[in-house]
Each structure stands twice: as structure tokens, then as C-alpha cells.
């Protein structure tokens, strides 16, 4: 568990409607040392990524009102966060449903249920790419965080989303 000691400080986002998957994740993760953030579904994790700008996302694929495909989608079509490392996750190991996550640009599939050192692993791996890559998740755009997902979530057909501006 030598990479456990890596991981510190990392946060790590988990979207999943199942209170059994966000909470075992969140202990797995916590016990690594990252900071994790949890949402129930799409439409909550898009207002956390804004917030709090994850350095990676596991993301369910069946979720209520926002799916993870389209989730995954909104992410990857905003410059802002697009270099955020997206891992899917689901029950189903078929070829459709990976092929599918790649279409929208997912970064991986992990099939649930996952084991602590399952999803450890895939942490690590997705962090040693970030640093090999650039140092970074790829943060640095320009413009306000509230203003870049809705331009994203303009372009995908189908789905239309309006944020309102908090104070």
C-alpha cells in the first residue's frame, strides 16, 4: 500500500446514487489520505466540480435525472475541467458500455463492486499520468468556473441546464 502514502491531499469527487458506494469509497479514499467530495447525482456533481475543482471524478453510469455519460460528456466538453481524470463506474462489464464511456471521453471503467485496492490503484495510475503529463490536472482556464459548464452543457444535445449565480 506504498501508493496510499502518494495519494494524500488529492481530491477525489465520487457521483453515485447508492449511499453504500459513495460511503465505501469515501472510507477507501479517506484511508489513502485524499480529500473526497461526494454527490448524489449529475446535477450535484457539476455544482461541487465548480466549487471545488476535483483532481479527478468517479462518476456512476445509472444515475436519476443526469446519467454519468452525460455527466462525463459536460465534463469533457469544458475547457475548464476537460483534463480532469473521469472514471466510470458501473455493475455492467459489457463492451457497449465501456465503448460507450470512451465515446462521451471517460478515462476508465471500474466495475462495481471495486475493492479498496482496486480503486487505490486506479487513483495512483490516473495521478502518475497527471504529473507525467503536466504537473497538473489541467485546471488553468480562463474565464469564471460558473460560466464553463453551461456553455458545455449547451452544446450537448438534448440537455439544457441554467445555473444561477450564489452569492
Same mark, same amino acid.
Given at each position: 500500500?506504498? *501508493?496510499a502514502a502518494g495519494l494524500s491531499g488529492l481530491k477525489v469527487l465520487? $457521483?453515485?446514487?447508492s449511499n453504500t458506494i459513495r460511503r465505501s469509497a469515501e472510507i477507501f479514499l479517506k484511508q489513502a489520505g485524499c480529500e473526497v467530495l461526494l454527490a448524489e +447525482?449529475?446535477? +450535484?456533481?457539476l /455544482?461541487? $466540480?465548480t466549487d471545488h475543482e476535483p483532481d479527478l471524478i468517479f462518476c456512476d453510469i445509472l444515475m436519476p435525472r443526469l446519467d454519468g455519460? *452525460?455527466?462525463c460528456a459536460l465534463i469533457k466538453?469544458?475547457?475548464?475541467y476537460r483534463d480532469i481524470p473521469v472514471i466510470m463506474l458501473s455493475s455492467k462489464d459489457g463492451l457497449f458500455d465501456r465503448a460507450r464511456g470512451r465515446m462521451v471521453? =471517460?478515462?476508465q471503467y471500474l466495475t462495481k463492486p471495486f475493492t479498496k485496492d482496486t480503486l487505490i490503484r486506479t487513483v495512483g495510475e490516473h495521478l502518475n499520468r497527471s504529473v507525467a503529463n503536466s504537473g497538473s490536472a489541467g485546471?488553468?482556464? =480562463?474565464? =469564471? /468556473? /460558473?460560466s464553463e459548464l453551461p456553455e458545455a452543457a449547451s452544446a450537448t444535445p438534448g440537455i439544457t441546464l441554467s445555473f444561477a449565480a450564489t452569492a
Open positions: 500500500m506504498s *501508493q465520487v $457521483i453515485d446514487d +447525482d449529475g446535477f +450535484d456533481a /455544482a461541487k $466540480i455519460y *452525460q455527466t466538453k469544458s475547457p475548464r471521453g =471517460s478515462d485546471k488553468g482556464g =480562463s474565464g =469564471s /468556473a /460558473a
